[in-house]
Structures are given as structure tokens and as C-alpha cells.
T-cell receptor, first 114, second 109 residues
Framework: DTAVSQTPKYLVTQMGNDKSIKCEQNLGHDTMYWYKQDSKKFLKIMFSYNNKELIINETVPNRFSPKSPDKAHLNLHINSLELGDSAVYFC?????????????FGPGTRLTVL | GEDVEQSLFLSVREGDSSVINCTYTDSSSTYLYWYKQEPGAGLQLLTYIFSNMDMKQDQRLTVLLNKKDKHLSLRIADTQTGDSAIYFCAAGGYNKLIFGAGTRLAVHP
């Protein structure tokens, strides 16, 4: 059983398009995250939701909109895609919302914007 | 703001020990983590240490924490080719983790 899953694994699209990435966790966790990993492997948090409520919103363009329909799902919608959005996007989850709660990561979605 | 720094590359011979170092700035970090990322894969939690501990050992892995210097290290004993990966150090702020840039470990025969 995959604990944190993401779809799609690869996403290739043109500039200006709108796309979504889905994430699901079956760990019963309350908190979910989106991270962006750039080409230099630098990993940075984008958003965090706890019980469907947004608790972390880093300096991310408002073209990025997370949506959490329930505790087990956190989707990421990106409008008007730009070249600089090309990266690997990781979803993660943890039992609670503090940094003492271990985060478990999904396999990543590699987004390529042409 | 909070920062976590790691050296970018480490090359070791198979069978030797590897030591990956990390420094962090947030003295309030409660937990410190090591994650491993293999090519094309997500991050896998390797181990973590609570800030009131100096050392934690888990099979081939030993984590050392010098809280005064805000220095964390991960030692891998008897390094194998399967250990080749990127290793990320992460420090826990109140409600988020700050990751280092990752250390790419290359293991050669």
C-alpha cells in the first residue's frame, strides 16, 4: 500500500496552460504539505494544510492554489504556467502540524513547462 | 531567517564510512531529520534525533548532534553502492521543516 501517492508522476505542458496535481494519503494524518524541488535539488515548502485548513502559505505566486477537499487529499492547481514552474513537486503528510511530527513524502510529480 | 547548510558532494570508497555534515541556525529546532532521496524517487525518512540527545544509532547509521554549535552529522558505516543518493538534513521550526540543499553521496568500488 502506498502511503502518500501523487498523480501524475510526469506532467509536460505548454506555457500559459492550467494544470492540477493530486495527492492522497492513507495514513490517517491530519496535516498535508506541498514542496517544490528545483533543478538544483533545493527543497522548499509551499503550503501546509491541517484538517483542511491552510496553515502555511509561503511566498508563492497566487497562480498556485491548493485545495483540500478532505483530510486525506491535498491537490495543487496551477494557473497560467510559466517556464520557471518546471520542477518536481512533492506532497507530504504528517500526523500533526508541528515539526516534531515526522513527514512522509510522496514520489513526486515532475512538471515540465515548454 | 532559518537556514540549513550542507556540503554538496561526498565521494567514498565502498566499505568505508561516510560522514555527512549539516549546520542549522534555528536554535529552537526540536527535531532534526535526515532524509534520503534516490534518483527519480521521493524523500525517504532515514532517521531523526531529538534536540536533547547527543547521539542516536540505528544499525549502520549514527547521528551526532552538537546543539551548542548547531551541527548535525550522519555517519554511514560500511558504505555500500546502494547508499548512493542525495541526503537531506532538515531542522524543525515550529510548524515547518527547513531543508538543506542536500549532499550527493557517490560510492565507488
Amino acid at each position: 500500500d502506498t502511503a502518500v501517492s501523487q498523480t501524475p508522476k510526469y506532467l509536460v505542458t505548454q506555457m500559459g496552460n492550467d494544470k492540477s496535481i493530486k495527492c492522497e494519503q492513507n495514513l490517517g494524518h491530519d496535516t498535508m504539505y506541498w514542496y517544490k524541488q528545483d533543478s538544483k535539488k533545493f527543497l522548499k515548502i509551499m503550503f501546509s494544510y491541517n484538517n483542511k485548513e491552510l496553515i502555511i502559505n509561503e511566498t508563492v505566486p497566487n497562480r498556485f492554489s491548493p485545495k483540500s477537499p478532505d483530510k486525506a487529499h491535498l491537490n495543487l492547481h496551477i494557473n497560467s504556467l510559466e517556464l520557471g514552474d518546471s520542477a518536481v513537486y512533492f506532497c507530504a503528510s504528517s500526523a500533526g502540524a508541528t515539526s516534531t511530527d515526522t513527514q512522509y513524502f510522496g514520489p513526486g510529480t515532475r512538471l515540465t513547462v515548454l | 531567517g532559518e537556514d540549513v547548510e550542507q556540503s554538496l558532494f561526498l565521494s567514498v570508497r565502498e566499505g568505508d564510512s561516510s560522514v555527512i555534515n549539516c549546520t542549522y541556525t534555528d536554535s529552537s529546532s526540536t527535531y532534526l531529520y535526515w532524509y534520503k532521496q534516490e534518483p527519480g524517487a521521493g524523500l525517504q525518512l532515514l532517521t531523526y534525533i531529538f534536540s536533547n540527545m547527543d547521539m542516536k544509532q540505528d544499525q549502520r547509521l549514527t547521528v551526532l548532534l552538537n546543539k551548542k554549535d548547531k551541527h548535525l552529522s550522519l555517519r554511514i558505516a560500511d558504505t555500500q553502492t546502494g547508499d548512493s543518493a542525495i541526503y537531506f538534513c532538515a531542522a524543525g521550526g515550529y510548524n515547518k521543516l527547513i531543508f538543506g540543499a542536500g549532499t550527493r553521496l557517490a560510492v565507488h568500488p
